[in-house]
């Protein structure tokens, strides 16, 4: 049982570089998310998909864009890294009937140099 | 927007003791409120969880939390922590049922020492 699968979990990039995260759900999860993790800030939301072909801007979305494929995969994009962006992302999934139950993926640890 | 505190940034207790993280949230109307783990080097995982009902609330592994609505607060604790209990521990909110948007607080990290 994969649950929330992210890839890659770790990248170095240099500033200006692109690159997008890859996230799947094999729990048929209507809702998925993408967090950084950043020491002493917890976790910020930067999109969410309530469902198949919706996105949503949450708190901390400059920079970054997002894809809702298909009711699995949600996918983060980084157009131009820049060294603010190094964080370590987490991509999570939830259900309506289990409001506020996220499941989260292993993370993806980024570093912009 | 909602807003969750944690003013434990740091927490080191021995084994045996008791603990009690606290969290405070801002927000006036209706609120589930849960409690995230993160163990070290892995993702996080729901400890538990209020919705309605008893406001004193069990989670996995000997955890619970009283949430205190005059209060605006959802304190975790356990009686007697172990060595395993070495984590962050991240409060949350939602605002209302059905909307699943979470808002963490900042997180307390934990170490126990044997």
């Not at chain 1, 469902?51 to 131009?80: A, H, M, Q």
Request: hydrophobic fraction near 35%.
């Amino acid at each position: 049982n994969a649950g929330v699968t992210q890839t890659p979990k770790f990248q170095v990039l240099k500033t200006g570089q692109s690159m997008t995260l890859q996230c799947a759900q094999d729990m048929n999860h209507n809702s998925m998310y993408w967090y950084r993790q950043d020491p002493g800030m917890g976790l910020r939301l930067i999109y969410y998909s309530a469902s198949e072909g919706t996105t949503d801007k949450g708190e901390v979305p400059n920079g970054y864009n997002v894809s809702r494929l298909n009711k699995r995969e949600f996918s983060l994009r980084l157009e131009s890294a820049a060294p603010s962006q190094t964080s370590v992302y987490f991509c999570a999934s939830s259900n309506r009937e289990n409001t506020g139950e996220l499941f989260f993926g292993e993370g993806s640890r980024l570093t912009v140099l | 927007a909602q807003s969750v505190s944690q003013h434990n940034h740091h927490v080191i207790l021995s084994e045996a003791a008791s603990l009690e993280l606290g969290c405070n949230y801002s927000y006036g109307g209706t609120v589930n409120l849960f409690w995230y783990v993160q163990y070290p080097g892995q993702h996080l995982q729901l400890l538990l969880k209020y919705f309605s009902g008893d406001p004193l609330v069990k989670g996995i592994k000997g955890f619970e939390a009283e949430f205190i609505k005059s209060k605006f607060s959802f304190n975790l604790r356990k009686p007697s922590v172990q060595w395993s209990d070495t984590a962050e521990y991240f409060c949350a909110v939602a605002l209302n049922f059905g909307n699943e948007k979470l808002t963490f607080g900042t997180g307390t990290r934990l170490t126990i020492i044997p």
